[in-house]
Protein backbone atom coordinates (compact mmCIF):
# COMPACT_ATOMS: atom_id res chain seq x y z
CA UNK A 1 0.00 0.00 0.00
CA UNK A 2 1.00 3.68 0.03
CA UNK A 3 3.82 4.77 2.16
CA UNK A 4 4.69 7.41 4.34
CA UNK A 5 8.66 7.77 4.04
CA UNK A 6 10.93 9.55 6.88
CA UNK A 7 14.79 10.39 6.08
CA UNK A 8 17.12 9.95 7.79
CA UNK A 9 15.92 6.98 9.35
CA UNK A 10 19.05 7.64 12.77
CA UNK A 11 20.30 10.74 13.69
CA UNK A 12 22.62 11.33 16.74
CA UNK A 13 23.05 15.20 16.96
CA UNK A 14 24.34 17.56 19.64
CA UNK A 15 22.70 19.11 22.56
CA UNK A 16 22.48 22.48 21.24
CA UNK A 17 22.08 22.04 17.83
CA UNK A 18 19.54 22.08 15.28
CA UNK A 19 17.77 19.21 13.62
CA UNK A 20 15.71 18.81 10.69
CA UNK A 21 13.56 15.63 10.06
CA UNK A 22 11.76 14.81 7.27
CA UNK A 23 8.85 13.40 5.85
CA UNK A 24 7.02 12.81 2.64
CA UNK A 25 3.42 11.97 3.26
CA UNK A 26 1.19 9.57 1.21
CA UNK A 27 0.69 11.74 -2.06
CA UNK A 28 -2.67 12.53 -2.16
CA UNK A 29 -3.23 12.63 1.51
CA UNK A 30 -4.21 15.97 3.31
CA UNK A 31 -3.50 16.36 6.94
CA UNK A 32 0.15 15.52 8.33
CA UNK A 33 0.91 14.77 11.57
CA UNK A 34 4.05 14.20 14.10
CA UNK A 35 4.37 11.87 16.94
CA UNK A 36 6.73 11.10 19.57
CA UNK A 37 7.75 7.99 21.31
CA UNK A 38 10.21 7.82 24.31
CA UNK A 39 12.17 4.34 24.22
CA UNK A 40 9.61 2.47 26.00
CA UNK A 41 6.74 5.09 26.31
CA UNK A 42 3.67 5.40 25.07
CA UNK A 43 3.15 6.99 21.46
CA UNK A 44 2.29 11.01 21.93
CA UNK A 45 0.40 13.60 19.54
CA UNK A 46 2.91 16.13 18.97
CA UNK A 47 1.09 18.32 16.30
CA UNK A 48 -0.80 18.01 12.81
CA UNK A 49 -1.09 20.59 9.61
CA UNK A 50 -3.25 21.32 6.86
CA UNK A 51 -3.50 23.41 4.03
CA UNK A 52 -0.14 24.92 4.93
CA UNK A 53 -0.69 25.95 8.72
CA UNK A 54 -0.83 24.57 12.20
CA UNK A 55 -3.97 23.15 13.43
CA UNK A 56 -3.11 21.52 16.77
CA UNK A 57 0.06 21.13 18.65
CA UNK A 58 0.30 19.49 22.07
CA UNK A 59 2.18 20.21 24.98
CA UNK A 60 4.45 18.41 24.06
CA UNK A 61 5.18 21.00 20.75
CA UNK A 62 8.05 22.94 22.29
CA UNK A 63 8.82 26.65 21.15
CA UNK A 64 11.78 25.23 20.07
CA UNK A 65 9.86 22.71 17.76
CA UNK A 66 8.16 24.23 13.80
CA UNK A 67 6.51 22.22 11.04
CA UNK A 68 6.65 23.06 7.68
CA UNK A 69 5.82 22.05 4.20
CA UNK A 70 6.95 24.24 1.40
CA UNK A 71 5.15 23.55 -2.17
CA UNK A 72 6.60 19.89 -3.46
CA UNK A 73 8.40 19.41 -0.54
CA UNK A 74 8.96 17.28 2.64
CA UNK A 75 6.79 17.76 5.90
CA UNK A 76 9.47 18.23 8.13
CA UNK A 77 10.20 18.78 11.68
CA UNK A 78 12.70 21.09 12.90
CA UNK A 79 14.12 21.33 16.59
CA UNK A 80 16.21 24.40 17.09
CA UNK A 81 18.30 24.33 19.41
CA UNK A 82 17.79 20.41 20.77
CA UNK A 83 18.03 19.51 24.04
CA UNK A 84 18.59 15.80 25.30
CA UNK A 85 15.20 14.97 26.22
CA UNK A 86 14.34 15.63 22.86
CA UNK A 87 15.85 12.08 22.55
CA UNK A 88 12.87 9.73 20.99
CA UNK A 89 11.74 8.17 17.81
CA UNK A 90 9.56 10.50 15.69
CA UNK A 91 6.87 9.15 13.50
CA UNK A 92 5.70 10.91 10.62
CA UNK A 93 1.78 10.49 9.78
CA UNK A 94 -0.53 11.09 7.64
CA UNK A 95 -4.29 10.62 6.04
CA UNK A 96 -7.01 11.78 3.72
CA UNK A 97 -8.76 13.75 6.32
CA UNK A 98 -12.31 13.23 6.96
CA UNK A 99 -14.19 10.62 9.11
CA UNK A 100 -12.95 7.26 9.15
CA UNK A 101 -9.87 8.05 7.65
CA UNK A 102 -7.18 5.52 7.66
CA UNK A 103 -3.55 7.59 8.98
CA UNK A 104 -0.56 5.98 7.71
CA UNK A 105 2.48 5.93 9.49
CA UNK A 106 6.58 6.37 8.44
CA UNK A 107 8.68 4.22 10.32
CA UNK A 108 10.39 6.49 12.17
CA UNK A 109 13.47 8.50 12.70
CA UNK A 110 15.81 7.53 15.67
CA UNK A 111 16.83 10.92 17.60
CA UNK A 112 19.64 10.84 19.68
CA UNK A 113 20.57 14.12 21.33
CA UNK A 114 24.24 13.84 23.11
CA UNK B 1 -9.98 14.36 28.43
CA UNK B 2 -10.03 11.67 26.16
CA UNK B 3 -8.09 8.86 27.22
CA UNK B 4 -7.64 5.14 25.64
CA UNK B 5 -6.94 2.01 27.84
CA UNK B 6 -5.73 -1.30 26.46
CA UNK B 7 -5.76 -4.04 28.12
CA UNK B 8 -3.73 -6.28 29.42
CA UNK B 9 -0.54 -4.30 29.44
CA UNK B 10 0.68 -7.64 28.64
CA UNK B 11 0.26 -11.22 27.44
CA UNK B 12 2.46 -14.34 27.02
CA UNK B 13 1.20 -17.10 25.00
CA UNK B 14 1.93 -20.49 23.81
CA UNK B 15 2.39 -20.54 20.29
CA UNK B 16 -0.80 -21.77 18.50
CA UNK B 17 -3.49 -19.78 21.66
CA UNK B 18 -5.42 -17.29 20.99
CA UNK B 19 -5.16 -13.82 22.25
CA UNK B 20 -7.76 -11.28 23.17
CA UNK B 21 -6.72 -7.43 23.19
CA UNK B 22 -8.99 -5.24 25.08
CA UNK B 23 -9.39 -1.50 24.18
CA UNK B 24 -11.63 1.52 25.82
CA UNK B 25 -12.13 4.57 25.04
CA UNK B 26 -13.67 7.68 26.78
CA UNK B 27 -16.22 9.34 24.14
CA UNK B 28 -17.13 9.14 20.41
CA UNK B 29 -14.95 7.76 18.22
CA UNK B 30 -14.89 8.65 14.29
CA UNK B 31 -11.86 6.26 14.00
CA UNK B 32 -10.42 3.20 15.30
CA UNK B 33 -7.24 1.74 14.05
CA UNK B 34 -5.41 -1.30 15.48
CA UNK B 35 -1.35 -1.02 15.06
CA UNK B 36 1.33 -3.32 15.50
CA UNK B 37 4.69 -2.09 16.59
CA UNK B 38 7.68 -4.73 16.08
CA UNK B 39 10.16 -5.26 18.74
CA UNK B 40 12.50 -2.75 16.40
CA UNK B 41 10.01 0.04 16.55
CA UNK B 42 8.28 0.44 13.34
CA UNK B 43 4.68 0.88 12.88
CA UNK B 44 2.04 -1.19 11.01
CA UNK B 45 -1.32 -0.29 10.54
CA UNK B 46 -3.39 -4.39 11.27
CA UNK B 47 -6.95 -2.87 10.42
CA UNK B 48 -9.23 -0.14 10.81
CA UNK B 49 -12.50 -0.54 12.64
CA UNK B 50 -14.81 2.20 14.19
CA UNK B 51 -17.97 -0.06 14.48
CA UNK B 52 -18.84 -3.40 14.13
CA UNK B 53 -16.94 -6.68 13.06
CA UNK B 54 -13.53 -6.90 10.91
CA UNK B 55 -11.51 -9.74 9.91
CA UNK B 56 -8.44 -9.96 8.25
CA UNK B 57 -6.61 -13.16 8.32
CA UNK B 58 -6.00 -14.49 11.68
CA UNK B 59 -7.01 -10.86 13.10
CA UNK B 60 -10.59 -10.09 13.92
CA UNK B 61 -11.47 -7.02 15.48
CA UNK B 62 -14.72 -6.06 17.43
CA UNK B 63 -15.98 -2.54 18.25
CA UNK B 64 -19.40 -1.89 20.32
CA UNK B 65 -19.72 2.17 19.46
CA UNK B 66 -22.48 2.57 22.74
CA UNK B 67 -19.98 1.04 25.19
CA UNK B 68 -16.85 2.72 23.51
CA UNK B 69 -14.63 -0.99 23.93
CA UNK B 70 -13.11 -2.44 21.18
CA UNK B 71 -11.46 -6.04 20.63
CA UNK B 72 -8.49 -7.45 18.79
CA UNK B 73 -8.75 -11.43 18.58
CA UNK B 74 -5.59 -13.06 17.45
CA UNK B 75 -6.68 -16.62 16.30
CA UNK B 76 -3.48 -19.58 16.35
CA UNK B 77 -0.72 -16.78 17.31
CA UNK B 78 2.80 -17.29 15.86
CA UNK B 79 5.97 -16.28 17.70
CA UNK B 80 6.20 -13.75 14.45
CA UNK B 81 2.65 -12.35 16.49
CA UNK B 82 5.48 -11.11 18.96
CA UNK B 83 5.39 -7.01 19.44
CA UNK B 84 3.43 -4.26 20.84
CA UNK B 85 -0.06 -3.63 19.87
CA UNK B 86 -1.75 -0.56 20.28
CA UNK B 87 -4.81 0.98 19.70
CA UNK B 88 -5.71 4.49 18.14
CA UNK B 89 -8.70 6.57 18.21
CA UNK B 90 -9.96 9.65 16.35
CA UNK B 91 -12.37 11.27 19.08
CA UNK B 92 -14.85 13.25 16.33
CA UNK B 93 -12.25 15.14 15.02
CA UNK B 94 -12.24 14.28 11.42
CA UNK B 95 -8.95 13.48 10.95
CA UNK B 96 -7.47 16.07 13.39
CA UNK B 97 -5.29 13.20 15.31
CA UNK B 98 -5.09 9.67 16.55
CA UNK B 99 -4.94 9.20 20.06
CA UNK B 100 -2.92 6.16 21.32
CA UNK B 101 -3.20 3.44 23.72
CA UNK B 102 -0.58 2.12 26.00
CA UNK B 103 -0.35 -1.16 23.81
CA UNK B 104 -0.32 -4.48 25.06
CA UNK B 105 2.73 -6.44 24.96
CA UNK B 106 2.28 -9.69 23.42
CA UNK B 107 5.24 -12.32 23.64
CA UNK B 108 4.34 -15.49 21.63
CA UNK B 109 6.68 -18.51 22.97
CA UNK B 110 7.67 -21.21 21.08
Known amino acids: GPKVLQIPSHQIIDMGQMVTLNCDPV?????FYWYKQILGQQMEFLVN????????KSKLFKDQFSVERPDGSYFTLKIQPTALEDSAVYFC????????????FGSGTRLLVI | GQQVQQSPASLVLQEGENAELQCNFS?????LQWFYQSPGGSLVSLLS???GTKHTGRLTSTTVTKERRSSLHISSSQTTDSGTYLC????????????FGGGTRLTVRP
Open chain 2, 88 to 99: AIDFNNAGAKLT
Open chain 1, 49 to 56: FYNGKVME
Open chain 1, 27 to 31: SNHLY
Open chain 2, 27 to 31: STATQ
Open chain 2, 49 to 51: NPS
Open chain 1, 93 to 104: ASSPGGSNSDYT
